[in-house]
């Protein structure tokens, strides 16, 4: 696939999406960014993330701060490099939210992978038979979005 150099970015890590540089030039940087409204990563693993893009009241807030993450992304990344995106999607109150589809991504979509979730609070099935607080069917996937801006990768040697 022609990659050299890749960047994995994950607040597991450590990455603040807010506030920390996206390495410049990566043929392959990969995000794996919080979900809106699901976990509180102030508390997760005793560990303290000040800028929690999780966090975000409003849905469309979130989605806007994440369009702009991954404008940085997509300037970040060498010509003709790709970036995936880790996304599942979110039932709020009965509502469903597609954060694939609602955030704002820039090159070419050229692949898109389905990945099976397991242990999902929307799994638990409870003595009625219901899942989780819901009548809805299971969320049970995550979709890896790649996407690959254009141009050309030039080597040296």
């Known amino acids: 696939m022609g ?4 960047v994995h970015l994950d607040i597991n890590n450590g990455w603040d999406a807010l506030n920390d540089e996206v390495p410049q030039g990566a043929d392959l940087v990969f995000a794996h960014p919080p979900y809106w409204n699901m976990i509180d ?13 999780s966090s975000i009241g409003d849905y469309d807030a979130y989605v806007s701060v994440m369009s702009s993450l991954f404008t940085r992304v997509y300037e970040s990344i060498a010509a003709g490099g790709r970036y995936g995106v880790l996304l599942g999607l979110i039932r709020r109150r009965g509502k469903l939210y597609d954060p694939a589809r609602d955030i ?11 990945k099976v979730q397991h242990n999902t609070s929307s799994g638990r099935q409870d003595l009625s038979g219901k899942y989780g607080n819901s009548r809805f069917t299971r969320i049970v996937h995550e979709k890896l979005l790649i996407y690959q801006k254009q141009g050309y990768i030039e080597r040296s040697g």
């Open 41 to 53: 990563y102030a508390k997760f693993r005793g560990k303290k993330y000040v800028h929690d893009i």
């Open 3 to 6: 990659i050299v150099t890749s």
């Open 104 to 114: 704002q991504f820039h090159g070419t979509l050229v692949d898109e992978v389905i």
